[in-house]
C-alpha cells in the first residue's frame, strides 16, 4: 500500500491553541411535594445550594418555599455541604421549594487523562499520614459510611486496578470504565438509599448506585473515595429541541489524587472525568450527607414528589490569567 503523501510545513509558526472555556449555566430546580392528608408539624433538610468548590463561581443564589417556613437555620456540617433546615409549625398539605441559580464552571488545571500522577502505594501513605481534619481532608472519606459500606466483594472484583506501582489516575479511569461496562443502568431496581452491596450484586443501578459502587471499590483497597452530588449538562438527540424540565440532578465520585492534584471526578455512569459539564453541589461520603432534601413530619399520610430540574447553558468564556 502506498503511503500518504508527507504534509509540507507551514510557511508560518502554528497559531497558538485557543484558551480552555469555561462554561456557564442558569440551573432551576423545582420541587412540589403533594401530602395525602395535614402535615401539622415538619422538619426539612435541604442541600440545594453548590458549596465552594474549586474553578466554580455561583452568583445569583435564590431559595423559594411556599408556604414560608416558621424558621430556617444555615449549617454547613461535617462535610462539604450547604445545608438549611427548615421548621414548618402550621398545617400544610401541600410544600413547593425553588432553588435557582447561575454558576460558571472553569475546565480543570490539568488535563487528567495526559497527567502524570502518584502510584496507588503512595496515595496510600499520603492519606493515612495526613493530619488534615478539615471537610475536605481525605481522612474523612476513607472509612465505611451507612450507604457505601465496606463490601468484601466489591474490593475483591476490583483488586485488579490497584497494583501498587498504577498510577492513580490511570487505575481510576480502569476503575470506571469496569463499572461503566459491567453496571446496567436501570431506575428500576434500586432506591435512594439503596446499599451498594446490592446495587452491585443486581449490576444494576443509577447515578448514585454507580458513584457508591466506585467509591466502596477505591476505599477497600485505601484510596480515599467521596459521594458528589450536582447536575449534568444534558443536551438533546440531533435535531430535537431542549425539554424544559426534563433533567435531573446527577451523581458522581470524587477520588482523592494526592496534594497536587486533591479531588478529581470521575463520572462512572458516562465513563468521562467530571469537568465543565459537571456543576458541583456538595460532597460528602455518600448519599446520605448531601440528600437534596430530607427530613421528618407528623401526620399527611402517603406523599407524591415531583422534581423539575433545567440546567440552561448560558455562554462559552475564555479563560484569561
Same mark, same amino acid.
Given at each position: 500500500?502506498? &503511503? ?24 432551576? /430546580? ?14 426539612? +433538610? ?40 427548615? %421548621? ?54 476513607? !472509612? ?35 463499572? /461503566? ?31 457508591? %459502587? ?5 476505599? #477497600? /483497597?485505601?484510596?480515599?473515595? #467521596? ?10 438527540? &440531533? ?24 479531588? %478529581?471526578?470521575?463520572?462512572?455512569? +458516562?465513563?468521562? !472525568?467530571?469537568?465543565?459539564? /459537571?456543576? !458541583? ?14 427530613? %421528618? ?25
Amino acid at each position: 500500500m502506498t &503511503p500518504p503523501p508527507a504534509i509540507p510545513a507551514a510557511p508560518h509558526a502554528a497559531a497558538p491553541a485557543a484558551p480552555p472555556a469555561a462554561m456557564s449555566y442558569r440551573v432551576h /430546580h423545582h420541587t412540589v411535594i403533594q401530602y395525602a392528608g395535614l402535615v401539622r408539624l415538619a422538619q426539612f +433538610n435541604l442541600r440545594l445550594e453548590p458549596a465552594p468548590w474549586a474553578g466554580q463561581v455561583v452568583t445569583d443564589y435564590r431559595l423559594a418555599i411556599d408556604p414560608a417556613p416558621s424558621a430556617i437555620r444555615q449549617d454547613r456540617g461535617p462535610f462539604l455541604v450547604e445545608e438549611r433546615r427548615l %421548621v414548618l409549625r402550621e398545617p400544610i398539605a401541600r410544600l413547593e421549594i425553588t432553588s435557582s441559580f447561575c454558576v460558571t464552571v472553569a475546565p480543570p488545571p490539568v488535563d487528567y487523562a495526559a497527567a502524570a500522577s502518584p502510584p496507588i502505594a503512595q496515595i496510600r501513605r499520603a492519606a493515612l499520614a495526613s493530619p488534615d481534619l478539615s471537610r475536605m481532608a481525605p481522612a474523612s472519606y476513607l !472509612f465505611s459510611s451507612p450507604i457505601a459500606a465496606h463490601t468484601p466483594a466489591i474490593g475483591a472484583w476490583a483488586s485488579r486496578f490497584f497494583g501498587d506501582d498504577t498510577p492513580v489516575i490511570a487505575a481510576r479511569q480502569a476503575l470506571m470504565a469496569a463499572i /461503566h461496562s459491567e453496571l446496567t443502568y436501570d431506575a428500576d431496581p434500586t432506591r435512594t438509599d439503596t446499599p451498594a452491596a446490592e446495587a452491585f450484586a443486581k449490576r444494576h443501578g443509577v447515578c448514585q448506585d454507580f458513584a457508591h %459502587v466506585l467509591i466502596v471499590a477505591a476505599r #477497600a /483497597h485505601g484510596i480515599p473515595a #467521596a459521594y458528589v452530588s450536582g447536575y449534568l449538562r444534558t443536551l438533546p438527540p &440531533p435535531g430535537k429541541p431542549r425539554l424544559v424540565g426534563a433533567d435531573a440532578m446527577h451523581a458522581w465520585a470524587a477520588l482523592w489524587c494526592g496534594d497536587v492534584l486533591g479531588w %478529581v471526578g470521575f463520572d462512572p455512569t +458516562n465513563d468521562i !472525568f467530571a469537568t465543565t459539564d /459537571h456543576i !458541583f453541589v456538595a460532597m460528602g461520603r455518600d448519599y446520605s450527607d448531601v440528600a437534596p432534601l430530607d427530613g %421528618v413530619f407528623h401526620g399527611g399520610g402517603d406523599q407524591a414528589m415531583r422534581v423539575a430540574v433545567d440546567v440552561e447553558p448560558i455562554a462559552a468564556a475564555a479563560i484569561t490569567d
